[in-house]
Every structure is written in C-alpha cells, then in structure tokens.
C-alpha cells in the first residue's frame, strides 16, 4: 500500500453509476460551509442513491457479520457494548467496502465543510446498533485522537433511512466551542455530565430522523450521542473519519490516544505529519 492511494480498486467490482455516484462532485454551498464551522455539524439530504446505500450496505453488512464477535446477550453487556457493534477498517479487507470508504465526493465535502486543501482517512468504522440496542452516550470524538488539530470531521452514512425509533444520531449545537467534558471516554459518566453540562449551556440539540440517502457530518470535538434502538430493524451505518492533511501527531494524552497512534497510525512520530500506509490520501484540491 503507499501512502498516496487515490483509487478506489473496488469500484470495479460495482455498477458503473453506483462508482460514479461515490466520486461525483456533490456541490456544497459557502452558507452550509459556514453552517458547519458555527454548529460543529450539518446534515445533508440526497447524498448517496439508494442503489449505492444498497449495493455498498451488502458488502458492509456481510463484513460486519463476519468480524463482529459479540453474540451476548444485551443484559449482559457493557453500555458500550449495548450501544452499536463496532468494525472498524473495513477497507482493507473488502473491495466494495474500500471503494466506498474511498468515496471521493464524501472526502470532498469533508475537506470543504472544514476548508482545508486535502483530506486522509483516520479510519473508517460501521456502527451496527441491533434491534433492542442501548443508547449511545454524550461524548466528542477527539478525546480519542492524538492530532493536533481541530480540522477532523467524520461523516455518519445510514445505509437505510433511519427514523427516531432506530437511534439516529443527535448533535449538541455549537458544543465544539465548549471546553467541559472533553476527556471523559463514552460511559455512563460521560451521558449523565455531558448531559448536565449541555443544559447549563442550554444548547439546542438537533435529533431528527434521517432520510434515506441523508447524511451528516460533526467535528470531533462536538458532542453527540443517539437512542436506544427501539425497532425490530438492525441501525446499519457506515462512517469515515478524516482529517487535514499535513496534521502531525500530537504526544498521545491518555491510554485511548496510546492505542488509537498504534492502531491506526502506526509508525507515526510525534510531532511529524501522520501519513501512514493506513492513512491515504483520499481528497485533495486540484486533483
Ligand atoms: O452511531 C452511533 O450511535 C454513534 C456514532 C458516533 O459516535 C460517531 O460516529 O462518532
């Protein structure tokens, strides 16, 4: 693998207007733009067809059946644990998962909403939340991270429509801009003062269902959780993180940072800028 992989290899293994739909240019405007930078989050409608959702949630499914281990039963489950099951790079296992992981139009809107020039992959991660699956807990996604900077956003693709009942995700308005809470881990902890904390504040919290083919993007530093799923239907949804390219590493500020630098970026030095063979290059202006 090299550092500076562009292609998507698995678009051939695709319908030709599924791998279009994955690299077409999907406009965004300065208003959503600056919507993102003041929220910490947007979601947009229409991104994706129902035939790539569809085409690529087969393959994601198949790869998350095949990986995920946990055959216990709720009660006996972690919040945590309760909360989605987690499969993480499945890009290097699966060619459509990796075409669609290297989705050129979502790298693009990634790095424009953040208004950076290029954009890497930090990971990609589905996260399965089972019918009878537990909420996720408040929390931001940088506690995680050793990066050293704000310019990271992920983008949460629901590979079918995902209505209240199902734990769409929700998101703090403006929370990027706080500083409480940022090194609590998701936990019990983390839902019950984050959820203090966003009162007192008294931000708006935005928790609306998901259309088919909507999806959205949040910084990592702004707060979000989703329900319970209360259907009968599995929460199937696929997720990139990015982030700016050129960002170093940062010295590693807890035991989650410690292992996130050996998992994702191994072989990254701090201080230098993180291009591992795990962190290819998936946008960038004027390519
Ligand atoms: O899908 C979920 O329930 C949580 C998603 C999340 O925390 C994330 O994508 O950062």
Redo the contacts with the bound molecule.
């Keep these: 693998m090299s550092s500076s992989i562009t292609a998507a290899s698995g678009s051939t293994l695709l319908p030709a207007a599924v791998a279009a739909d994955l690299h077409e240019h999907h406009p965004v405007t300065a208003d959503q733009c600056a919507r993102y930078r003041r929220q910490g989050f947007i979601k947009l409608k229409d991104v994706l067809s129902a035939a790539t959702l569809h085409s690529a949630g087969a393959a994601i499914s198949a790869e998350v059946a095949r990986r995920s281990r946990d055959v216990r039963p709720m009660a006996s489950r972690s919040t945590y644990e309760k909360?989605?099951l987690q499969v993480m790079n499945l890009w290097c296992d699966d060619p459509i998962a990796r075409a669609f992981t290297f989705s050129r139009k979502l790298a693009r809107l990634a790095g424009e909403l953040m208004g950076v020039d290029g954009v890497r992959l930090y990971h990609d991660?589905a996260?399965y939340?089972e019918p009878g699956g537990g909420i996720?807990p408040w929390?931001c996604?940088q506690q995680y991270w050793p990066l050293a900077t704000d310019h990271t956003i992920?983008v949460?693709v629901p590979l079918q429509a995902v209505p209240l009942p199902m734990?769409p995700?929700a998101f703090s308005d403006s929370s990027h801009r706080t500083d409480f809470g940022r090194a609590l881990e998701?936990s019990d902890d983390s839902e019950h003062e984050v959820a203090r904390r966003l009162t007192l504040a008294d931000l708006p919290v935005d928790e609306g269902a998901f259309a088919l083919g909507e999806v959205s993007f949040?910084s990592g530093w702004t707060f979000?959780?989703?329900g319970a799923n209360r259907s009968s239907d599995m929460?199937a949804?696929m997720?990139m993180?990015y982030f700016a390219d050129g960002t170093r590493l940062a010295e590693p500020a807890n035991r989650n940072q410690q292992r996130d630098r050996d998992t994702w970026m191994p072989g990254s030095r701090v201080g230098e800028a993180v291009a591992t063979e795990l962190n290819p290059l998936l946008w960038s202006r004027g390519d």
């Design positions: 909360a989605f991660q996260l939340k996720t929390h996604d992920t949460w734990g995700l998701i949040h979000h959780r989703a929460r949804v997720t993180i």
